[in-house]
Every structure is written in structure tokens, then in C-alpha cells.
């Protein structure tokens, strides 16, 4: 029988707790474990499935709310709230100061606390969220049921991100990136100590615009990635809650990362 998933925490990286969810096999064994990063909506329904569809395929998985670390309010509803408000400044606008404090001027005391920490704090936020996925890691490798340093991760878009900055600063096996921005600088590629396999949207210029100087920074590094990109699928492809979900992607996506992690993890 499959374990059941269960929500918990687990200590950041200064001690504050993290919201969790978990599924994790007890049977006296040891198993690879995966960490599930969210997009930017946080801990939805979305994310606890592919967890679940993880531990279906014999691994630990743990899927953080890293947003939770700044308040209760951090919800999917409330973050999707505060986005409308901020992509209702011209794009050629929102990103300066007074974009932002247009967008802020018209948001409730919620909605100014997430366009707060996702946007205009987003540089300090991410590096906030990475320590903490580095506490995480660190904290999967000491539990019984872990197979040592057996510890992959898997991100989607600033979930993707998120662990391709992780793999450049703890030692993550295999890693699998959905859309993510590059690490930053591009150059910490040359970190990266374990295997990578990305997957991007064909329709997705904003992202992809960065893919030249990471193919570039893996050349430089002599470094391997196995890397696709799915024509006329858009950003979040993967997520099956959203508009953008593309199914025939999603799944060849899907057996991509599962062989991957099999190969690098079992």
C-alpha cells in the first residue's frame, strides 16, 4: 500500500517553520527522496499530486510552502488576487517605481504584502526561499527512511528557478527544471555537482530568452544537460489546474523526468 501524504513543517534556515507536505515510506527501508518546488501560486492542489504521483514511483517526497514563511495570507486565491493587480500596470511600467506604486496604491493590505515580497523584493526573496530549500535538503538526508544523499529536486516555474539555484550552491543529484530562470550569476553552473534535465514551452519568449547564456554557461563548464523544448506549448504547460496545460507535453515530460530520476536516483 502507498503511503499517505500528510502536511507538517520543517525548520528554514533560521530556525522558522516551513510549512510541508510529505509523503514518506516507513517500512524500515531507505529510498531517493524528491522536493517538489511550487510555481508561484505556492502549495495548491497541483503540486500535492505530483508529490503524490513521486511517491507512487517509490521515492520520499517533500513539497515545501516557501511562501508560508511570510504569513498565513500567502494563499493561491490571495497570490492570484495581487497578481491581477500588478500585471494591470503596462508591462512597460510595472517594474519601476512608479508602476509598483500604482499597483500597491490600489491592493488591499494583503495583496501589498505579496506584490511586496514576490515583486519588488523578489531579488532577497529567492535568495530567502533557497536557504530555506537547503535546510530542507539537508534535513531529508538525516531522516531514516532517506537513502543518504539519494535527493533529487524538481521545480516549475519559479519552482524552476528555485532549484536550478539550488543545485548551484547543495549537493542535489539530479534536478529537474520546468521553465525556470537561470541561476544567478549564469556562471555558478560551473557549481553544479549532480545531473540536470530541463524542459521549456516553445511559446514562452520571456523565459527562453535566457537559455542561450545557460547553454553557453554549460558548454563553458563542460558540463552536461539534457534539455527540450516543446513547440506551441505555452509557459506552465505542466500544471493541470491552468488554462496553459498542454496534455501530449506534459506527458513526455513527465516519463523525460521519471527515467531521469530512475537513473540518477534508484
Known amino acids: 500500500m502507498d503511503p499517505k501524504g500528510k502536511d507538517g513543517h520543517f525548520k528554514g534556515h533560521d530556525g522558522k517553520e516551513i510549512e510541508l507536505y510529505q509523503i514518506t515510506r516507513n517500512d524500515g ?3 531517493p527522496s524528491v522536493i517538489v518546488v511550487h510555481e508561484i501560486w505556492g502549495l495548491e492542489k497541483n503540486i500535492r499530486s505530483i508529490a503524490d504521483r513521486f511517491a507512487a514511483e517509490g521515492y520520499n517526497a517533500y513539497a515545501p510552502h ?3 514563511r511570510f504569513g498565513n495570507h500567502f494563499t493561491a486565491k490571495n497570490i492570484e488576487s495581487a497578481m491581477a493587480k500588478f500585471f494591470s500596470i ?5 517594474w519601476g517605481q512608479e508602476g509598483m506604486k500604482n499597483a500597491l496604491s490600489s491592493a488591499s493590505a494583503d495583496e501589498r504584502s505579496i506584490i511586496t515580497q514576490i515583486f519588488e523584493s523578489r531579488g532577497e526573496t ?3 526561499m533557497v536557504k530555506d530549500l537547503v535546510a530542507l535538503r539537508n534535513h531529508i538526508a538525516k531522516q531514516d527512511s532517506s537513502d543518504g544523499d539519494k535527493i533529487g529536486s524538481i521545480g516549475f516555474c519559479l519552482g524552476g528557478g528555485l532549484v536550478f539555484q539550488l543545485a548551484t550552491e ?3 543529484t539530479a534536478t529537474s527544471v520546468f521553465y525556470g530562470a ?3 550569476p549564469v556562471t555558478s553552473i560551473s557549481r553544479i555537482k549532480g545531473k540536470l534535465i530541463a524542459s521549456y514551452a516553445g511559446e514562452d519568449p520571456r523565459v527562453n530568452e535566457g537559455l542561450p547564456a545557460m547553454v553557453g554557461a554549460f558548454k563553458d563548464a563542460r558540463k552536461e544537460i539534457e534539455l527540450k523544448i516543446y513547440e506551441k506549448a505555452q509557459h506552465a504547460f505542466f500544471n493541470d ?6 496534455q501530449d507535453a506534459a506527458l513526455d515530460a513527465w516519463n523525460r523526468t521519471i527515467s531521469f530520476f530512475d537513473r540518477e536516483l534508484k
Open 90 to 94: 503596462p508591462e512597460d511600467k510595472r
Open 182 to 184: 537561470n541561476p544567478d
Open 126 to 128: 529567492t535568495k530567502v
Open 66 to 68: 516557501l511562501f508560508s
Open 241 to 246: 489546474l491552468r488554462p496553459t496545460y498542454k
Open 29 to 31: 527501508k531507505k529510498h
Open 170 to 172: 547543495s549537493p542535489i
